[in-house]
């Protein structure tokens, strides 16, 4: 990988760290996701419409394809997330969707773009699943798990936190070979794919919130300012991968972006308040190292 293409992805993991801590902070669902879409397509309006003036009328069926199914699946995605911070800790939520997701990211690309780690990589893969054992809690995790009841909320906080994040984490898998087919073999603009996937959302959600007009009226009430944060800094984050996917195998490109962990683990004892933030950092310390062999093979 080269230093441009890292660079672009340590950027990126700073500023996905920072957006997914507001979006907990929120406590959002689906109406906080179509505040998010609505926004990005306002504020990047003027850089998306002029990209798409100049590319889109090139294109064909495959462009339009990947675009719907970019926006379907992010869409789930989006959803999940924010099912699983309503559920759970930004703690144990985000480090196993960030750690599952790359992993199975790896192994499509493998699959679908030959892209084959060496020896090397292959225990980089390790590293990061022992990563996210320890991040999530480490032995404190297994014990809040299987205690017997003595806390029977927080083990059910801590399994609940799992279930959604290793979800999530098949969903990061999903559009992130969809996103990087399409940049790597198709040519498409990363910015593009963002900002049109986005505008491709908003139909599927409006009638959700149109029979939840006063939910939303609630919730922009409460949630516009991180709304607008997520809005500003999410589509940098992730047009900053898709640059760097197109310069660097995505098997590399997809785990080193989860140094992320790094911050938010950081950012999540904090600010947030949770606990457990020696086993996390470690674990997250782990899971940098597993990213860098990762990259080297």
């Known amino acids: ?59 064909g069926a495959a462009e339009w394809g990947f675009i719907l199914a970019s926006a379907l699946v992010h869409l789930v995605y989006f959803n999940v997330l924010l099912k699983g911070y309503r559920e759970s800790d930004l703690t144990v939520v985000y480090p196993v969707a960030r750690g599952t997701g790359p992993l199975l990211s790896a192994v499509g690309a493998m699959l679908l773009l030959s892209e084959w780690p060496t020896a090397v990589g292959l225990a980089g893969l390790a590293s ?17 798990a299987h205690d017997g009841g003595h806390d029977p909320d927080q083990r059910a906080r801590v399994r609940a ?13 999903g559009y992130t070979l969809i996103d990087g087919y399409a940049v790597k073999v198709l040519l498409m603009s990363p910015i593009l794919i963002d900002y049109l996937g986005n505008a491709a959302r908003i139909p599927f959600m409006l009638p959700a919130v149109w029979r939840d007009r006063d939910g939303w009226r609630a919730a922009w009430a409460t949630q516009w300012r991180h709304a607008v944060l997520m809005a500003v800094i999410s589509p940098l984050a992730y047009v900053l991968v ?9 098997s590399h ?15 999540g004892g904090r600010l947030l308040g949770e606990a457990d933030r020696g086993w996390r950092l470690a674990g997250a310390a782990l899971m940098a190292a597993g990213v860098v062999a990762l990259a080297a093979g």
Not at 128 to 144: C, D, E, Q, T, Y
Request: proline residues 4%.
């Open 253 to 267: 490109v997809a785990p080193a972006r989860e140094v992320s962990m790094l911050f938010a683990a950081l950012i």
């Open 161 to 173: 936190g799992i279930a959604w994040g290793a979800l999530t984490g098949v969903l990061i898998a």
């Open 128 to 144: 990061i699943v022992g990563g996210i054992w320890l991040i999530a809690g480490g032995p404190s995790l297994w014990r809040k």
């Open 242 to 250: 898709l640059y760097a996917a197109q310069q660097a195998p995505l």
């Open 1 to 59: 990988m080269s230093w441009t293409a890292l660079g672009l992805v340590l950027l990126a993991a700073l500023l996905h760290a920072a957006w997914n801590v507001a979006a907990k902070k929120a406590g959002g669902n689906h109406h906080f996701v179509l505040m998010g879409a609505v926004l990005i397509v306002l504020l990047w309006a003027p850089l998306g419409l002029w990209l798409a003036w100049q590319d889109v009328p090139q294109w």
